[in-house]
Structure formats: structure tokens, C-alpha cells
């Protein structure tokens, strides 16, 4: 190889692979090796499409393959160890084993065999060199997203086997073609991520991809084959304005994981191998990324701050110090899931139905999954079928789901309906604590309705206005607080509320059918809200309060948060020490906001104030993600562009975008006249 772009490149992707290597786990995998190379305790015949036992034969091979070839190893060249790996490899190729999942074939046998070639280069006969790269062949350029950078990935490990500048130069342009904003498959325009048609993926494929597009690009920097500075900002945004935002430190939200959530030990820990590819990076962004290693690293770091809407996936993010919450829906322009692919995920029929997550440690919901009850998705509003009804993945049937956000505060809402239960839902997210409302709850069956406010690892003791209770199940015809695990639940309205608090035990297989681990045992703490069955115009409230200790609560604390209206045309509160009011307008209207002081749209649509001194802030978005032309009329004297005033009263003329940026909130802040 003489093209020196090619040899930087090439001793750059060695380097990982040669660095540090188990040569203790090298030597227990010879151990068991045998003199025909196979691994006894390997399954062979294995033609499970979800979990390839077959493929293990690979993993060990790399492993050897490192070993040998690194020169920090006790291993490194060493001729009895080159006489296992020999056999071991033929064994493979000689058999070329496949399955009947096409990703196997396609991805993950090339995705393994291509480093181990690359590792073992000097050492292959012209028979093994030919056989691989004939299975390297079948990783073929043309998909999209993730996929497609896995393939192109292979394919460049593929072209320094070859020593082929022009086909390493068509795999990454590959990858940096991939690198872009569209309604397709990839990076969305709000920097959240898609992968299996309209699906979010953020925190699955999407962390693929983030991965393994900021390793290529840092290990093509200085080269001729480097990202455009394009490509590096859209890349930095991912990370920075998408994925960062699903997670509080390394700890995820479930509901951006997609079917991955019920994989054991699931975490944002991907992050932590982008950051070390990025610094190096013209990013611009230096300060940001090394904040975000912070947090991944010290739990004890400067928090992300901040309120930010994905419109393009029907999700908010809510980050505070001392806690993140997030609301996730879906429309008619969304799946709420993936199909359960190699029967995975096989319960997660309500994971986007007005789910909240709720991470303060972080830890709330790690490996709860098993044991989860699965009709009772925090935030969710569910009937209670004996068994999961109707299609797992599915798209919304109606459009309006939207979130309207100052970058601080924001306003999640959307027209719920599933198989007959329909529910206006909203989530108003502020300072200290967050409210939800549910207006408009009809359901024509037997079946119970409920909406459960958490279901989480349950924490220390679980205490009410009479005390603590006992393990078990608990029923309330009223109750207007309760107290768990640091978090304060408020009921603002007379509910029939249920509680659970004991141990539960469940098993992996009954979620994903061919996972490796087993049974499972947590306690748990259930907190829902019964509707009863064939419930009609059925409401609730209820306030959580993270971080608001138990003798604030005990000594009459209580958010200062009024609920003005919730209703199946408009839902509306306000939080009068911060000044902030949000509504949800189903249908146009007028809402009074305190005696003497109404505002009124034209138009459904989201809408969130801030008042400050002397200036009051208008947000406002279309749930509907469409181009919409609004009026806000204020009965306020207010100054600025676009406003229009009779008598005591302004009217401020909004123009939301359609295109790229549908659904995204527009700001004004305009002045108040004395």
C-alpha cells in the first residue's frame, strides 16, 4: 500500500482494535479451542434469526485476532497462537455460515470477519484473503440510515484489503451522504432520529449511527477523504441538540430506545465513545461537548438546563437540575413503535400514548422491564383489556400532537385515540414540577380505564397524608398527596387513585422472546388513576413534584400551579410565581387568565406566555405540523412588530412555518405599555 492517506487511515482503525486486549480472555478462549477450530460450547446448527448463537465463533476469532496482532500483548505474534487462529478462520470460511435474518448475512458476519481480515492481513493465504473478501461482498452499498453506515463501514475495511482508493472513497462518501436532514430515514430536521420508516430511534439506531459516524469522521480528519465542515456540524448537532436531550447523564429515556428497551444493562453510554471523537473535531462547540463529558462522567456535574420539542417525533424534553421528564406521543405522521422484530418489544403497544418518563437518580426505570405491567406506561391513559389489544405498531389517526416551547418551559398536548378510547392530554412543564390534565375521556366498553402517573423501582418507604403504608395494594376515593423515592405527587382534583408498592418478578423472554437472561424480581411503585370502566367526559390532574422533600409536603407545600381550564376544547394552567401560563387550544378561543386579563387564537394551537418585567413572551406552535397563520389577541397594550391595538386590546399576527421546520414554536417578546 502506498497511497499514505490510505495507510493513515488504515493504522488508525488498527489502532483501537490493537489497543489493550483481553490476552486473559484470549487464553481461556484457547483453552477450549479445538485442534479443528471450534468452540465446543458453540452452537453450529444455530438458525435463531434474532439471536445467532452461530456468530460467537466471530467474536472469539476477533479476540484471538487481537491479541495476536497487538504488539502490547504477551500474545502479540505468537506462532502457537497463530496455529489456533488458522484452523478457527478456515472453520468459518470454509463453512460460511449463515441465517436466516438477512442482517446477520449482510451486516453482522462481514461487520466481524472485516476486522479480523484487517488484523490478520499479513498473515492470510491468497485462499483465505479470497474467501473472505467474498463474503465482505455481501455487505453492499445502498441502504439507508444506520444500515447504511454499518455497510459502508465494511465496505472500507474492504477496500484497504484490496488496497482500492477509488472503492474506499465511494464508502465514505457513502457515510457522508448519509450525514443529512431529511424526512427520510436518518436526522430529522429537529435532531431527533428515525429508522424503520417514521419510528423514533434516537437512542437506537440513532446511537449507532452518531457512534459510528464520529469515529469515521475523526479517523478520516486531515485526510483527503474528510467530512465536509457540513457534515461535521450536522453530525455535532445530532449530538448536541438531539441525542444529549433523551438522556440525564449516562442514564436513558425508555421511550427513545425504540424495541431496544428491553435489552439488559440498556444505557446513553454510547455517548461517552462519540466524545472522545469529537473533540478533535473543528465542532466550534468545544465548550459544550466537554460539558456533556462531564456528565457522563460525574453525576455530580453541571446539569443540562433547558425545555426543547422534537416536533418532527412527538416528544419533549424537560431537563432541570435536579430532575429530567419528558412526554411522548404520536399522530397520524408517526409510529408510536417498531414492529417487533425478532420478537422484541413484544408489550410496548402504549410506549408512546402520553408517556412520561421521570429520571432524577437516573436509575428509576433500569431493567424494570421484566417486571413492568405493561397496561400501566407512566402517563399513559390505557383500557384495561385482558390482553394487549390490537396492533403493537401502529400509526396515530389524528394530526393534532404537538409541544410549544420557550426553551425553558414548554407545553406538550395531543387528541388521543386507540381502539376507541379517546382523551385530550397535555403536559406543562416547569421550574420545579410538572402538571398533567386529561380532558375528554370516553371509552364504549366494559373494560376499566386508567392513567397511571408512575410505575417505577420502588424506593424507601411510599407515605400519604395518614402515613406510611404497608406493602400491597392501596385504594383512595381521594387523596391529595403522595410522597416516594424524593418525588411529591399532587392530586388537585377528587380522583379515585390506586397504589401499588411491593415486590413484583417477571421474565426477559416474555418481552423478547430470545433473550439470554432470565427471570427477573424488583420492587415496585405503581401510582394510577381509575376512570372505571365506559367512562364518558372523564378528567383528571395531577402535579409531580421531583426533588420536594417530605417535610415541605407534610407542612402544607404545595405547587402554585392554578389550573384554569381542562376541557375537551381547551386545557390550560398557570404557574403565578413564575409567571408562566400554557393552553392547549383544541378549537379557537379565549381563556382568562386572571380577572381583567384574556388572551384568545383564532386558530387550535399551542400557546405558552412569560411574563417579565416590563415585557410579556408569546410562544406559540401548530400541533398539527402544518403552515398555520394565527392571532393572538392579548387585552393588554403591547408593543412591538406585527401588533395591531384597539382600544385596550392587541392582536399579534403569527406566521408558523411549514416545510423543514412544521410544528417548530415561534417567539415574540413584546412590550408591555403602562
Same mark, same amino acid.
Given at each position: 500500500?502506498?497511497?499514505?492517506?490510505?495507510?493513515?487511515?488504515?493504522?488508525?482503525?488498527?489502532? /483501537?482494535?490493537?489497543?489493550?486486549?483481553?490476552?486473559?480472555?484470549?487464553?481461556?478462549?484457547?483453552?477450549?479451542?479445538?485442534?479443528?477450530?471450534?468452540?465446543?460450547?458453540?452452537?453450529?446448527?444455530?438458525?435463531?434469526?434474532?439471536?445467532?448463537?452461530?456468530?460467537?465463533?466471530?467474536?472469539?476469532?476477533?479476540?484471538?485476532?487481537?491479541?495476536?496482532?497487538?504488539?502490547?500483548?504477551?500474545?502479540?505474534?505468537?506462532?502457537?497462537?497463530?496455529?489456533?487462529?488458522?484452523?478457527?478462520?478456515?472453520?468459518?470460511?470454509?463453512?460460511?455460515?449463515?441465517?436466516?435474518?438477512?442482517?446477520?448475512?449482510?451486516?453482522?458476519?462481514?461487520?466481524?470477519? *472485516?476486522?479480523?481480515?484487517?488484523?490478520?492481513?499479513?498473515?492470510?493465504?491468497?485462499?483465505?484473503?479470497?474467501?473472505?473478501?467474498?463474503?465482505?461482498?455481501?455487505?453492499?452499498?445502498?441502504?439507508?440510515?444506520?444500515?447504511?453506515?454499518?455497510?459502508?463501514?465494511?465496505?472500507?475495511?474492504?477496500?484497504?484489503?484490496?488496497?482500492? /482508493?477509488?472503492?474506499?472513497?465511494?464508502?465514505?462518501?457513502?457515510?457522508?451522504?448519509?450525514?443529512?436532514?431529511?424526512?427520510?430515514?436518518?436526522?430529522?430536521?429537529?435532531?431527533?432520529? $428515525?429508522? $424503520?420508516?417514521?419510528?423514533?430511534?434516537?437512542?437506537?439506531?440513532?446511537?449507532?449511527?452518531?457512534?459510528?459516524?464520529?469515529?469515521?469522521?475523526?479517523?478520516?480528519?486531515?485526510?483527503?477523504?474528510?467530512?465536509?465542515?457540513?457534515?461535521?456540524?450536522?453530525?455535532?448537532?445530532?449530538?448536541?441538540?438531539?441525542?444529549?436531550?433523551?438522556?440525564?447523564?449516562?442514564?436513558?429515556?425508555?421511550?427513545?430506545?425504540?424495541?431496544?428497551?428491553?435489552?439488559?444493562?440498556?444505557?446513553?453510554?454510547?455517548?461517552?465513545?462519540?466524545?472522545?471523537?469529537?473533540?478533535?473535531?473543528?465542532?466550534?462547540?468545544?465548550?459544550?461537548?466537554?460539558?456533556?463529558?462531564?456528565?457522563?462522567?460525574?453525576?455530580?456535574?453541571?446539569?443540562?438546563?433547558?425545555?426543547?420539542?422534537?416536533?418532527?417525533?412527538?416528544?419533549?424534553?424537560?431537563?432541570? /437540575?435536579?430532575?429530567?421528564?419528558?412526554?411522548?406521543?404520536?399522530?397520524?405522521?408517526?409510529?408510536?413503535?417498531?414492529?417487533?422484530?425478532?420478537?422484541?418489544?413484544?408489550?410496548?403497544?402504549?410506549?408512546?400514548?402520553?408517556?412520561?418518563?421521570?429520571?432524577?437518580?437516573?436509575?428509576?426505570?433500569?431493567?424494570?422491564?421484566?417486571?413492568?405491567?405493561?397496561?400501566?406506561?407512566?402517563?399513559?391513559?390505557?383500557?384495561?383489556?385482558?390482553?394487549?389489544?390490537?396492533?403493537?405498531?401502529?400509526?396515530? *389517526?389524528?394530526?393534532?400532537?404537538?409541544?410549544?416551547?420557550?426553551?425553558?418551559?414548554?407545553? @406538550?398536548?395531543?387528541?388521543?385515540?386507540?381502539?376507541?378510547?379517546?382523551?385530550?392530554?397535555?403536559?406543562?412543564?416547569?421550574?420545579?414540577?410538572?402538571?398533567?390534565?386529561?380532558?375528554?375521556?370516553?371509552?364504549?366498553?366494559?373494560?376499566?380505564?386508567?392513567?397511571?402517573?408512575?410505575?417505577?423501582?420502588?424506593?424507601?418507604?411510599?407515605?400519604?397524608?395518614?402515613?406510611?403504608?404497608?406493602?400491597?395494594?392501596?385504594?383512595?376515593?381521594?387523596?391529595?398527596?403522595?410522597?416516594?423515592?424524593?418525588?411529591?405527587?399532587?392530586?388537585?382534583?377528587?380522583?379515585?387513585?390506586?397504589?401499588?408498592?411491593?415486590?413484583?418478578?417477571?421474565?426477559?423472554?416474555?418481552?423478547?422472546?430470545?433473550?439470554?437472561?432470565?427471570?427477573?424480581?424488583?420492587?415496585?411503585?405503581?401510582?394510577?388513576?381509575?376512570?372505571?370502566?365506559?367512562?364518558?367526559?372523564?378528567?383528571? @390532574?395531577?402535579?409531580?413534584?421531583?426533588?420536594?422533600?417530605?417535610?415541605?409536603?407534610?407542612?402544607?407545600?404545595?405547587?402554585?400551579?392554578?389550573?384554569?381550564?381542562?376541557?375537551?376544547?381547551?386545557?390550560?394552567?398557570?404557574?403565578? @410565581?413564575?409567571?408562566?401560563?400554557?393552553?392547549?387550544?383544541?378549537?379557537?378561543?379565549?381563556?382568562?387568565?386572571?380577572?381583567?386579563?384574556?388572551?384568545?387564537?383564532?386558530?387550535?394551537?399551542?400557546?405558552?406566555?412569560?411574563?417579565?418585567?416590563?415585557?410579556?413572551?408569546?410562544?406559540? @406552535?401548530?400541533?398539527?405540523?402544518?403552515?398555520?397563520?394565527?392571532?393572538?389577541?392579548?387585552?393588554?397594550?403591547?408593543?412591538?412588530?406585527?401588533?395591531?391595538?384597539?382600544?385596550?386590546?392587541?392582536?399579534?399576527?403569527?406566521?408558523?412555518?411549514?416545510?423543514?421546520?412544521?410544528?417548530?414554536?415561534?417567539?415574540?417578546?413584546?412590550?408591555?405599555?403602562?
Amino acid at each position: 500500500m502506498t497511497d499514505p492517506d490510505l495507510q493513515t487511515i488504515k493504522q488508525r482503525m488498527l489502532a /483501537p482494535l490493537t489497543d489493550a486486549p483481553d490476552a486473559e480472555h484470549a487464553r481461556a478462549l484457547l483453552d477450549k479451542l479445538s485442534a479443528a477450530g471450534i468452540w465446543p460450547d458453540t452452537d453450529y446448527a444455530c438458525q435463531d434469526p434474532a439471536y445467532w448463537k452461530t456468530i460467537y465463533h466471530l467474536y472469539n476469532l476477533l479476540v484471538l485476532a487481537r491479541v495476536y496482532r497487538s504488539s502490547g500483548s504477551p500474545l502479540s505474534s505468537d506462532a502457537e497462537l497463530k496455529q489456533s487462529i488458522v484452523p478457527a478462520l478456515d472453520h468459518w470460511l470454509d463453512n460460511d455460515f449463515t441465517n436466516p435474518n438477512w442482517w446477520y448475512n449482510q451486516i453482522g458476519t462481514p461487520g466481524q470477519l *472485516s476486522q479480523i481480515l484487517l488484523l490478520l492481513e499479513e498473515d492470510l493465504t491468497s485462499s483465505q484473503r479470497d474467501k473472505g473478501l467474498e463474503i465482505l461482498r455481501r455487505a453492499e452499498l445502498g441502504m439507508t440510515g444506520q444500515n447504511l453506515v454499518w455497510v459502508a463501514d465494511i465496505t472500507a475495511r474492504r477496500a484497504l484489503l484490496e488496497d482500492d /482508493p477509488e472503492l474506499i472513497q465511494d464508502a465514505f462518501q457513502c457515510i457522508a451522504d448519509e450525514i443529512r436532514v431529511s424526512f427520510e430515514e436518518g436526522i430529522q430536521p429537529d435532531f431527533s432520529f $428515525h429508522q $424503520h420508516g417514521d419510528c423514533l430511534y434516537s437512542h437506537g439506531y440513532g446511537a449507532g449511527f452518531a457512534s459510528d459516524c464520529s469515529r469515521i469522521a475523526a479517523l478520516l480528519a486531515g485526510t483527503r477523504f474528510a467530512f465536509p465542515q457540513e457534515k461535521i456540524d450536522l453530525l455535532t448537532g445530532l449530538i448536541l441538540d438531539g441525542h444529549q436531550w433523551y438522556a440525564r447523564g449516562i442514564w436513558q429515556d425508555f421511550g427513545a430506545i425504540g424495541r431496544e428497551l428491553v435489552r439488559p444493562g440498556h444505557t446513553a453510554a454510547f455517548l461517552r465513545q462519540i466524545v472522545p471523537h469529537l473533540l478533535p473535531l473543528p465542532t466550534g462547540r468545544e465548550p459544550e461537548i466537554c460539558a456533556l463529558q462531564s456528565r457522563l462522567s460525574d453525576e455530580e456535574a453541571a446539569p443540562l438546563i433547558g425545555n426543547r420539542h422534537f416536533w418532527r417525533s412527538d416528544i419533549m424534553a424537560h431537563h432541570r /437540575p435536579s430532575f429530567y421528564a419528558s412526554a411522548r406521543m404520536y399522530s397520524d405522521r408517526l409510529l408510536n413503535t417498531d414492529q417487533p422484530c425478532n420478537r422484541e418489544a413484544l408489550k410496548s403497544h402504549h410506549i408512546a400514548d402520553g408517556t412520561t418518563c421521570l429520571l432524577r437518580t437516573g436509575r428509576e426505570y433500569f431493567d424494570i422491564f421484566p417486571v413492568w405491567d405493561w397496561h400501566k406506561i407512566p402517563g399513559t391513559t390505557v383500557a384495561l383489556t385482558p390482553d394487549m389489544a390490537g396492533d403493537l405498531c401502529r400509526r396515530g *389517526s389524528r394530526s393534532f400532537a404537538g409541544g410549544v416551547s420557550d426553551g425553558t418551559s414548554g407545553l @406538550a398536548a395531543f387528541d388521543f385515540e386507540r381502539d376507541g378510547l379517546t382523551a385530550r392530554k397535555s403536559f406543562l412543564f416547569l421550574d420545579d414540577e410538572f402538571l398533567c390534565l386529561g380532558a375528554g375521556i370516553d371509552y364504549p366498553e366494559e373494560h376499566p380505564v386508567i392513567t397511571t402517573v408512575n410505575q417505577c423501582h420502588l424506593q424507601g418507604e411510599v407515605i400519604t397524608l395518614n402515613g406510611s403504608l404497608s406493602p400491597g395494594r392501596h385504594t383512595f376515593s381521594e387523596l391529595d398527596w403522595v410522597h416516594h423515592d424524593n418525588i411529591a405527587y399532587f392530586f388537585p382534583t377528587p380522583s379515585k387513585i390506586c397504589l401499588e408498592n411491593e415486590k413484583r418478578t417477571g421474565s426477559w423472554q416474555e418481552i423478547s422472546a430470545y433473550s439470554s437472561a432470565g427471570s427477573a424480581e424488583h420492587d415496585v411503585f405503581t401510582l394510577w388513576l381509575d376512570h372505571g370502566p365506559q367512562p364518558t367526559s372523564a378528567t383528571y @390532574a395531577y402535579v409531580v413534584a421531583p426533588g420536594m422533600e417530605l417535610s415541605a409536603v407534610q407542612k402544607g407545600a404545595n405547587p402554585d400551579i392554578e389550573i384554569l381550564a381542562n376541557s375537551p376544547q381547551l386545557q390550560a394552567a398557570r404557574h403565578s @410565581a413564575q409567571s408562566v401560563t400554557g393552553a392547549a387550544f383544541y378549537q379557537s378561543g379565549k381563556l382568562e387568565i386572571e380577572p381583567g386579563w384574556t388572551i384568545s387564537v383564532d386558530q387550535p394551537c399551542l400557546l405558552l406566555l412569560r411574563q417579565g418585567k416590563g415585557e410579556l413572551s408569546i410562544s406559540l @406552535a401548530n400541533p398539527k405540523n402544518e403552515e398555520l397563520r394565527a392571532v393572538v389577541e392579548v387585552s393588554q397594550l403591547l408593543a412591538g412588530d406585527g401588533i395591531e391595538t384597539t382600544g385596550d386590546h392587541s392582536q399579534i399576527s403569527f406566521h408558523l412555518p411549514d416545510g423543514m421546520k412544521a410544528g417548530q414554536s415561534q417567539t415574540r417578546v413584546l412590550q408591555i405599555c403602562r
